[in-house]
Each structure stands twice: as C-alpha cells, then as structure tokens.
C-alpha cells in the first residue's frame, strides 16, 4: 500500500500510512457524483451575475407573459398618473398613496432627533428611501433585475405623489392626515409650507412641484424602458 499522501510504502495489512498517520479508508472515500445539469435547464445570467433567465426552456412560459402583463400595467398606471395635471393630485388619490403613506409618517418619527426641519422633511425622505432600499436589496442580494426595475418605477411614482403636496404650499388646500387643512392647521403641520417657508422657497412651490413631476415621470418611463428590455432580451433567447 503506498500512501496516496507522502507516498510512504506500508504494509498491505496496514490501516494507517506508517509515516504520516493518514488513514487509508478516508482518502478511499470516492466523491459524491455531481449530476449534470442540461444545457437547456441551466439559467441564463448576465455579466455581474444577475439573472435574465425568467423561464426554463421546458415549456413554462407562462412567468414571461406574468412579466409582460406587469409591464402593460406599468405603463398603464403609470401614463395615469403621469398625464395628468399636478393640481389634480391623481398619485395622493391612487391606492399607492396609501402604501406610501406609512413609510412617509414612520420617515418623520425616524429623522425626528435631528431637529424640527429635517423632521418635517424626514416625510418626504421616507417614502423615498425605502423604495431604493428595496431596488438596491433585490439587484444586489437577491440578484433580481426585473424586482429591482418595479421598485425604481415605485421610487419615481413617489416623486408624484410627492409633487401635488409640494404645489399645495401657499394654498393650502389639500386634506392631510387627521382632516386638517394646510391652511387652517398650525404651522409646520403642513410639511411642505414649513419647509419652503423655512428656506425662504415658498413663491417656488409651484416650480419645485413640476420639478418633481418631471423627475417622476422620467424615472418611471426608464423604469418600464429596463423591465421592457430584460423582457425583450428573454424572448429573443428564447425564439
């Protein structure tokens, strides 16, 4: 028996090499067999490891059309909301503002240590930052472009719904949280008036509210551009 280790010559009755002590059965062990995958079942990836594949070959393409039609509602639901005069507050009446408003009131409780501005601020900030958590999480850890391409289109809508609050400054005619109105609640209850107010940007609020229409409105058109490409891309592998 020659060691497989050091090469020591030992006796055929030995268990263990007599040089280095390795036991014999051990390095016997053969390993496990791997099971090779077919080449049509393998999932497609991109460079930087993120994957394109959204359907095996074997028939199930019903996640791609899934997909498209999530495409279709995108464009859809987003052309609504952005074709639409900012007065009309089309995104604060939609049922995304209903999803949005909780990260926009947990925003003021979490940047309230910083003082009275970046609290009021802290709203705004809140509903903006939890989408691109979301789309950094999913396009970084979880390796899903498509997920990370939705939650850029929900980090543009919030600009949307963020514009028509923005546009209320001076008037202070959009209902808030508890029934109050800007214009008959106390100041700094209304966050955008006291932020523009504060910085002396209040006879801007108009301007600022197109601004963030527009950054809206562009963000969500290259977020539908994204999903539509990786949906292109898939069908062309697989014709």
Same mark, same amino acid.
């Given at each position: 028996?020659?060691?497989?280790?050091?090469?020591?010559?030992?006796?055929?009755? /030995?268990?263990?090499?007599? /040089?280095?002590?390795?036991?014999?059965?051990?390095?016997?062990?053969?390993?496990?067999?791997?099971?090779? @995958?077919?080449?049509?079942?393998?999932? #497609?990836?991109?460079?930087?490891? =993120?994957? =394109?594949?959204?359907?095996?070959?074997?028939?199930?393409? $019903?996640?791609?059309?899934?997909?498209?039609?999530?495409? =279709?509602?995108?464009?859809? $639901?987003?052309?609504?909301?952005?074709? @639409?005069? !900012?007065?009309?507050?089309?995104?604060? #009446?939609?049922?995304?503002?209903?999803?949005?408003?909780?990260?926009?009131?947990?925003?003021?409780?979490?940047?309230?240590?910083?003082?009275?501005?970046?609290?009021?601020?802290?709203?705004?900030?809140?509903?903006?930052?939890?989408? =691109?958590?979301?789309?950094?999480?999913?396009?970084?850890?979880?390796?899903?472009?498509?997920?990370?391409?939705?939650?850029?289109?929900?980090?543009?809508?919030?600009?949307?719904?963020?514009?028509?609050?923005?546009?209320?400054?001076?008037?202070?005619?959009?209902?808030?949280?508890?029934?109050?109105?800007?214009?008959?609640?106390?100041?700094?209850?209304?966050?955008?008036? +006291?932020?523009?107010?504060?910085?002396?940007?209040?006879? +801007?609020?108009?301007?600022?509210?197109?601004?963030?229409?527009? !950054?809206?409105?562009?963000?969500?058109?290259?977020?539908?551009? $994204?999903?539509?490409?990786?949906? +292109? /891309?898939? +069908?062309?592998?697989?014709?």
């Amino acid at each position: 028996m020659v060691c497989p280790k050091c090469g020591q010559e030992n006796g055929s009755d /030995r268990l263990d090499c007599l /040089r280095c002590g390795v036991i014999f059965a051990k390095v016997r062990q053969e390993p496990i067999p791997k099971v090779p @995958v077919p080449f049509d079942q393998v999932e #497609t990836v991109t460079e930087g490891s =993120l994957p =394109l594949e959204l359907v095996s070959k074997d028939g199930h393409s $019903w996640h791609l059309w899934g997909w498209s039609l999530g495409l =279709l509602v995108m464009i859809v $639901w987003g052309g609504k909301l952005i074709f @639409v005069n !900012i007065a009309d507050n089309a995104a604060g #009446t939609s049922l995304l503002h209903l999803i949005n408003l909780p990260f926009h009131e947990a925003g003021h409780v979490l940047f309230r240590p910083f003082g009275s501005f970046i609290t009021s601020l802290g709203g705004t900030l809140g509903q903006l930052l939890i989408p =691109l958590v979301c789309m950094v999480t999913l396009l970084l850890k979880s390796r899903d472009p498509l997920g990370a391409a939705v939650c850029l289109w929900w980090f543009g809508e919030n600009f949307l719904d963020i514009a028509p609050y923005i546009n209320d400054a001076r008037a202070g005619e959009m209902p808030l949280v508890g029934g109050n109105f800007g214009h008959s609640s106390p100041y700094g209850f209304h966050d955008w008036e +006291y932020l523009l107010t504060e910085s002396g940007l209040l006879r +801007y609020d108009h301007a600022l509210a197109k601004a963030a229409h527009l !950054i809206g409105s562009l963000v969500m058109v290259g977020a539908v551009c $994204w999903v539509g490409g990786l949906l +292109y /891309r898939q +069908y062309r592998q697989r014709v």
